[in-house]
């Protein structure tokens, strides 16, 4: 586990710029960093949603997808997956695959707080019991990937809104990975 998280600085085509410290970048005024997001889904093709915890600078109490972070240096994103599932919800995790690898956003939550990010997105499968960090989740569901995906068009703004945008962006990718692990 990651003690001090940093954000890695990048410009426009990616280019590393350098770090800073997570919690001092994330502002009304958030640099340009990379991140992560995945979705992740049982082997019956639920998909986990989570609510995230009130103690959180952006979106505190908000639905959002599985799990999101920020690579840290000298780490891969599929190894910061890997430990931010472990940290977030206590869980272990197989078979990440890029569902939107270019996904980029940039979004201002209600206190002004922004998100600024080259965030590819990802699905996995959990093959381990979850054991909820009460500081990162609040709430959590395991829904079918279809009624979220419908809820998610009907009413955005009940969610996150990366995850409204990840769901556009990546919904065949995700319907075929729910569909192959419920075969």
Same mark, same amino acid.
């Given at each position: 586990m990651v003690i001090n998280e940093h954000v890695i600085l990048v410009n426009d085509h990616g280019e590393v710029l350098g770090t800073q410290d997570k919690y001092a970048a994330h502002t009304t005024q958030t640099p340009l960093h990379l991140a992560f997001s995945c979705w992740l889904f049982r082997p019956s093709g639920e998909c986990l949603v989570t609510r995230r915890a009130m103690s959180k600078k952006a979106w505190p109490g908000v639905w959002t997808n599985s799990v999101c972070g920020h690579p840290q240096t000298g780490e891969s994103v599929e190894q910061a997956i890997i430990r931010r599932c472990r940290f977030e919800i206590g869980a272990e995790i197989e078979n990440i695959t890029a569902v939107a690898p270019g996904f980029r956003y940039r979004e201002t939550d209600p206190s002004g707080i922004v998100e600024n990010e080259i965030c590819p997105v990802f699905a996995a499968q959990? =093959?381990?019991?979850?054991?909820?960090?009460?500081? @990162?989740?609040?709430?959590?569901?395991? =829904? @079918?990937?279809?009624?979220?995906?419908? !809820?998610?068009?009907?009413?955005?703004?009940?969610?996150?809104?990366?995850?409204? !945008?990840? !769901?556009?962006?990546?919904q065949p990718q995700l319907q075929l990975f729910a569909a192959e692990l419920a075969q």
């Open positions: 959990v =093959v381990s019991p979850l054991m909820i960090n009460s500081d @990162e989740v609040m709430e959590y569901k395991w =829904v @079918e990937l279809g009624a979220l995906l419908r !809820a998610l068009q009907a009413t955005p703004w009940a969610f996150s809104p990366w995850m409204a !945008a990840e !769901a556009t962006s990546a």
